[in-house]
């Protein structure tokens, strides 16, 4: 990646999202999303399938209609703008790459109907090629590469008609994970020179965590919560946000309910002069390399309890009494059950 | 091409040019002949009536479901040891075994009934060695006779049977016959409980069309069988050419309508609700496992060996056309002797056959691009269609298909006499129109099947609108469905007779129609000649055709 061929220029557009509804006969799918995402931020969509992430960018797109709402992007009301002329990148789960056109000809595409005069495309779609690490397969055909370069070649041909906006829907999924971490790392690079904003759908936690600078947890067709993503993670707004990010416990004190990570729980002798203390029994433990999992019953209730690993720490056996405790400033006071 | 960039309902209008066209000149027509068979002077169901008292009809009505379904039984039977070597050989043998099926396959189906009057007539290639070899004193009478019938229908109905089998065959898990034979399966068992469960459906859907197909066969009963083998299609030709009975014609196209639809119908329910033209033509891609294995029982030995006879029989009649049409005697005896080419220079001679190849180039000249604007432009609207009614919508593009062509010549004759089309190629190359639509929707559907939507999606986020979408996105994804579609209506409409003997006249006879004339006056050397061009034209048609298919993987 060569950041210097281009400058920093904000290309970037905001986008707002205002009161959007659709519903696909009966199915009520967005129920009412309202957003505003600044120029140049990454914003993911993180839900379970089905929670209506690639219906809201289709309708960022223009390939569908809300049934009401307003959608702006910089600015400008989109209602009645067809998809070919709201410049925007798009980037297929399936990299939707035309089988009958070469890497170089699938990049240009977008230009040619810019009508760019010939010698611009040609110069733009080299830039574009060297940028992405493809130089020298412009004139393989799609089938010739493998998935990396497949979705490279999307991504290319997504932001050589600087677009206004970056929509990228689960692009990553079908690919392993250390291609995965790579592409996530080129993604990131190249949001940062283009000064593009993304609007990037996913289901994969980590990813969302990974890449975003502002994370939209969709559940059913509604906006669960927003924020970045360390917000998120420590301060869940919900059960659901708490559960669908990580693990978390969740308890009950002084009639409020109380979100807990298990890294936030210390144990043993960790525990001195901590607000809250419990103990327990070990029902089960699970060595994850870096960490250990405890999962320790108290009473009728389970708690899940992470422990950096230290190799001089005592070996804990199933069925031994364990002390728990956390701090109430770690733990996150939820809305409502 | 705006209506690319069109949600779906708007896409779906590029049904319309299609339907509009099948109904103008499928539906009304055969509408019209199901109420012509309502008017008989002597009341509303006389005809129908004519068919159950009259001797000539009832017999004549059994004979055709009689023949239907014994040459619907000799096809799956011949095909089974058919299929299953082609599946069970290496890929190099398999592609030559192929040819032989496909070959006769495209070969039209008035030159293999030349073929086989050559062979089996009284003083024909097969009597002759017989009588030769001494294993016979006086000839065999193999045509004008049930089996001179049986044999031409099968011999041109089977391959309908052989090519969805070796499907079901390369398709079959070897795992599966591994895993019974570990269980302690026989041999014989293996076949019973597996193997032929497995391939039935296919072999069904085969039956089907074989049987559809026979209801309505004209030209061989009429060239190779006596005249106890008189099928439907020709009683009633019968009536129309020799006793201008409408109502009674009209009631017998009725009925054999009627019964195919119930037919295809039934195949369609038993298939789970796909079309029998639904999958796509059997892939020559590669496969998990084969039937081939290093183990073989003396039934699988048995099964292939019993299929080499069944492929001479296939293609017999491909290889002796050409030799015959080279012998100088005028008679077509056997062996050829003093090898001339006089008969072709008699076909250029005499501009009765140029003429005739001029007016069959004339109509798929129309035919052709007819059917390949018409389908593709279906195939692509029904994407815009969904549930019910898309299953409907399919099932109407599809039905020219099993519809007898008989009953299509006879309502079409009815509507274009007077409007004076049959001098001209207009008429015709209608009739091939909706013969061949079917064919190029089912083809460019299949590859349609195979493209990503998204894509459309990908070209307008770039900008691009309906008419660069369909030329640059579109088309080239469907064009070896439109190419392969094209070629086979050019063969559909080059091959075709029975509409041809009615929506045509002296003038405007296409070369299938003078072949037929000169086949049921007497069989002849040019005839040969003629046929033996044909073969070869076809040869090079299924070479392209292949090709096609191969890029199209
Ligand atoms: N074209 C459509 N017609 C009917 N229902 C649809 C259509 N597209 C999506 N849906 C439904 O809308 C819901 C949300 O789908 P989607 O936006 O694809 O979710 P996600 O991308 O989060 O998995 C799903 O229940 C899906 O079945
Ligand atoms: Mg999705």
């Known amino acids: ?337 | 091409m705006k209506w690319l960039s069109l949600p779906r309902p708007g896409r779906s209008l590029a049904i319309l040019p299609m339907a509009m066209f099948l109904v103008l000149f499928f539906i009304l027509p055969l509408l019209r002949l199901c109420l012509l068979s309502l008017s008989d002077p002597a009341g509303p169901f006389a005809a129908y009536l004519r068919l159950i008292s009259v001797p000539a009809y009832r017999s004549g009505l059994l004979a055709t479901f009689g023949i239907a379904g014994m040459v619907t039984v000799l096809s799956v039977v011949v095909s089974y040891p058919v299929a299953y070597l082609m599946a069970s050989v290496g890929p190099r043998l398999a592609a030559l075994l192929g040819l032989c099926v496909l070959l006769p396959f495209w070969t039209s189906s008035l030159v293999r009934t030349t073929a086989w009057i050559i062979l089996l007539q009284r003083y024909g290639v097969i009597n002759t060695l017989l009588l030769e070899a001494g294993l016979i004193r006086t000839p065999i009478a193999f045509i004008y006779n049930l089996s001179g019938v049986l044999i031409g229908m099968t011999h041109v109905l089977m391959p309908f049977v052989v090519l969805p089998l070796y499907g079901a065959f390369r398709g079959l898990d070897r795992g599966l016959l591994d895993a019974a034979e570990s269980l302690g399966a026989t041999p014989f068992t293996l076949y019973r409980r597996i193997i032929l469960p497995l391939t039935a459906r296919s072999a069904f859907a085969g039956a089907a069309i074989v049987f559809m197909s026979a209801l309505g066969y004209y030209v061989t009963p009429a060239l190779m069988g006596g005249a106890r083998e008189t099928m439907a299609a020709q009683l009633i030709a019968f009536n129309i050419e020799d006793q201008l009975d409408w109502p009674t014609a009209s009631a017998l196209s009725t009925v054999i309508i009627v019964v195919s639809l119930v037919i295809f119908a039934a195949a369609h329910i038993l298939g789970g609700g796909k079309s029998l033209f639904g999958g796509s033509a059997p892939s020559t891609r590669g496969v998990s496992g084969t039937t081939s294995s290093p183990r073989r029982s003396a039934l699988d030995w048995a099964l292939a060996t019993s299929a080499v006879p069944i492929l001479v029989f296939l293609v017999m009649p491909i290889l002796i056309i050409a030799p015959m049409s080279l012998g100088s005697s005028p008679f077509l005896s056997f062996p050829p002797r003093d090898l001339t080419l006089h008969w072709y220079r008699l076909i250029v001679t005499q501009s009765q056959w140029v003429y005739a190849l001029w007016n069959s180039l004339a109509v798929a000249a129309i035919a052709v691009p007819g059917a390949s604007l018409l389908g593709t432009f279906a195939a692509i609207g029904l994407d815009g269609l969904r549930g019910r009614l898309r299953a409907m919508t399919e099932i109407l593009m599809v039905t020219p298909i099993i519809t007898p062509a008989i009953a299509l010549a006879l309502g079409l004759y009815y509507e274009f006499a007077p409007l004076r089309l049959l001098s001209g190629h207009w008429g015709l190359g209608i009739g091939h129109i909706v013969l061949a639509a079917p064919l190029v929707f089912v083809s460019v559907r299949t590859s349609l099947s195979r493209f990503d939507p998204t894509l459309i999606q990908a070209a307008q986020a770039l900008g691009a609108g309906g008419l660069r979408i369909g030329a640059q996105v579109l088309l080239p994804a469907i064009t070896p469905g439109l190419a392969a579609g094209a070629i086979f209506a050019f063969i559909t409409s080059f091959d075709e007779v029975i509409m041809s003997l009615f929506l045509t006249n002296v003038r405007s006879r296409t070369l299938p129609r003078l072949i037929y004339e000169n086949v049921s006056e007497d069989i002849n050397p040019t005839v040969a000649a003629v046929s033996t061009l044909i073969v070869f034209a076809t040869l090079l048609i299924l070479l392209m055709h292949v090709t096609i298919v191969r890029r199209r993987s």
């Open chain 1, 1 to 337: 990646m060569t950041a210097s061929t281009r400058s920093q220029s904000a290309l970037g557009q905001s986008v707002e999202l205002e009161n959007i509804r659709k519903s696909y006969g009966q199915t009520e799918v967005l129920k009412g999303i309202s957003l505003h995402v600044a120029p140049g931020r990454f914003c993911t969509f993180l839900g379970a399938s089905g929670s209506g992430k690639s219906t809201l960018l289709k309708i960022l797109a223009g390939f569908e209609k809300p049934d009401s709402g307003l959608l702006k992007i910089g600015g400008r009301d989109m209602a009645g703008v067809p998809v070919r002329k709201r410049n925007i990148g798009m980037v297929f789960q399936n990299y939707a790459l035309f089988p009958n056109m070469n890497v170089a000809q699938n990049i240009a595409f977008g230009l040619k109907t810019r009508k760019l005069d010939k010698a611009e495309i040609h110069r733009r779609v080299n830039e574009m090629l060297e940028m992405t690490g493809l130089q020298g397969l412009g004139t393989r055909l799609p089938t010739e590469l493998s998935g990396g370069q497949q979705q490279r070649v999307a991504l290319a041909r997504a932001l050589v008609i600087r677009p206004d906006l970056l929509l990228m829907d689960e692009p990553l999924g079908a690919l392993d994970r250390a291609i995965r971490q790579s592409l996530q790392g080129q993604i990131k690079d190249i949001q940062r020179v283009f000064g593009i904003t993304i609007l990037f759908v996913t289901h994969d936690q980590e990813e969302a965590l990974h890449l975003s600078d502002e994370i939209v947890v969709m559940k059913n067709g509604t906006i669960e919560q927003v924020g970045p993503p360390r917000t998120l993670y420590t301060r869940p707004a919900s059960r659901f946000v708490g559960n669908f990010l990580g693990e978390c416990n969740f308890l009950h004190l002084d009639g409020h309910d109380y979100a807990v990570r298990p890294e936030a729980i210390a144990t043993g002798a960790d525990t001195e002069g901590l607000d809250i203390h419990l103990e327990g029994e070990i029902r089960q433990i699970t060595f994850l390399g870096p960490s250990q999992r405890f999962s320790v019953s108290v009473g009728d209730r389970n708690f899940t309890v992470t422990r950096p690993l230290r190799p001089n720490d005592e070996e804990l056996a199933v069925g031994t009494r364990l002390r728990i405790g956390f701090r109430l400033a770690d733990a996150t006071r939820l809305a409502s059950g």
